[in-house]
């Protein structure tokens, strides 16, 4: 017990002295002297310094213990104070003040400041996928895209934004979210100076800038400039609308587009406009009003030159020169030009008339047609003497 004591004293007392010598900012004298000068037996461990890299036994556990012991650790960033557990995560925390990216992919050449990174971003390369859901069977290249899936089956949103209450899967989309509050845009178009919440957002504007449509359809050669707006235009070939309100059975092509509609129920607009305080339910619809302000009409016309403040009137005026008619009618072949066009065309074969007069109680195939209607009750505009007159002739058909 008292050989052990002694020689646990004398390693104690080594640590110490190099630990001290550190602190001093002195060279470790124990490095560099040769082992049988250090007084070394075989059997007994040889400490060296921790800042040159080389081979160490036990000095790394020993100097942590001291600093517990002392209150103190010696692992402290300089930039931002952050106290770390032990060197090497001291090291990898530096390299975000310096940049510093040693670790470099030898496909792509992307650099990397942990070797675990550059282990996940190699799986984009090698295709693996070893994290898997065991609910749905979907395979991912991180465990953190794994946890972030898996939200999905049990339903947690632990990230709650503090100004509305809106839960999220992960940090990014709760980040994205608070924007709507802070009016925060961070990205900015270097063409036009416009602002945006989102890099993704950026991206598809710079589209109308460059021209470029990189998204092409496989059944007809259509070409897009976001990819949402190529897997909506798909659902015309397949016919597939896959996403179903729980509230009114409403189907739709886009889960972004089912979410929106979900706003009609709970009456959320999340979306304020800064000049008027008018709110919406998406951001698009914001971006669109805002342009009455601005006066801002971005989509212009190859071919006549007219101008539009909204992307979808730009993109049914073309089919006026293009002569392209993409909503057909499935019981009489009938084509149209736009989605809304198809939907009240449809009514004819249905017999629907969701548009009621509250006045007389009345029912029209279209929000047009009520409005012709509605004038004969309120005496108001020049159509009020065509709609009586109309009316005296017994019902038209819509």
């Known amino acids: 017990v008292l050989i052990y004591t002694q020689h646990f004293e004398q390693e104690h007392q080594i640590a110490m002295n190099v630990s001290r010598s550190h602190e001093q900012r002195n060279s470790c004298e124990i490095q560099h002297r040769p082992e049988k000068e250090q007084g070394n037996q075989p059997g007994e461990k040889v400490f060296k310094c921790i800042s040159c890299w080389r081979t160490q036994m036990d000095l790394k556990e020993t100097t942590k213990q001291q600093e ?17 557990c032990d060197y090497s995560t001291h090291i990898k925390r530096q390299r975000i003040h310096t940049g510093e990216r040693p670790y470099e992919c030898n496909e792509c050449g992307k650099r990397f400041t942990k070797s675990s990174g550059l282990s996940e971003h190699k799986r984009i390369h090698t295709g693996e996928r070893p994290y898997e859901c065991r609910e749905c069977g979907k395979r991912f290249t991180k465990s953190s895209a794994l946890s972030e899936h898996q939200r999905i089956h049990t339903g ?58 990189p998204y092409e359809c496989s059944e007809c050669g259509k070409t897009f400039n976001r990819s949402s707006n190529l897997i909506t235009h798909q ?4 016919g597939e609308r896959p996403y179903k309100c729980q509230e009114c059975g409403k189907c739709f092509l886009s889960s972004s587009a089912l979410s929106k509609h979900e706003r ?26 805002e342009r009455i302000h ?44 736009r989605s809304s066009g198809l939907s009240e065309h449809q009514r004819i074969h249905t017999g629907e008339r969701p548009f009621e007069c509250h006045e007389c109680g009345k029912c029209f195939t279209n929000t047009s047609a009520l409005s012709k209607h509605q004038r004969i009750h309120t005496g108001s505009g020049p159509m009020n003497a065509v709609s009586v007159g109309k009316a005296s002739l017994g019902p038209q058909p819509m």
């Open 68 to 84: 517990i012991f002392r209150g103190k650790r010696k692992n402290t960033c300089a930039e931002c104070g952050k106290n770390l």
């Open 156 to 213: 947690e949103r632990p990230f709650e934004c503090r100004e509305c209450g809106k839960c999220f899967t992960n940090t990014s989309g709760i980040s994205k979210h608070q924007r709507i509050h802070t009016g925060e845009r961070p990205y900015e178009c270097r063409e036009c100076g416009k602002n945006f919440t989102k890099s993704s957002a950026l991206s598809e504007h710079q589209r109308i800038h460059t021209g470029e449509r």
């Open 294 to 337: 601005t006066g801002e009409r971005p989509y212009e016309c190859s071919e006549c030159r007219k101008t539009f403040t909204r992307r979808s009137n730009f993109i049914t005026h073309q089919r006026i020169h293009t002569g392209e008619r993409p909503y057909k009618c499935c019981v009489c072949g009938k084509d149209f030009t």
């Open 264 to 289: 009609i129920h709970t009456g959320e607009r999340p979306y304020e406009c800064s000049e008027c305080r008018k709110c919406f339910l998406s951001s698009s619809a914001l971006s669109e009003h």
């Open 235 to 238: 659902t015309i070939h397949t």
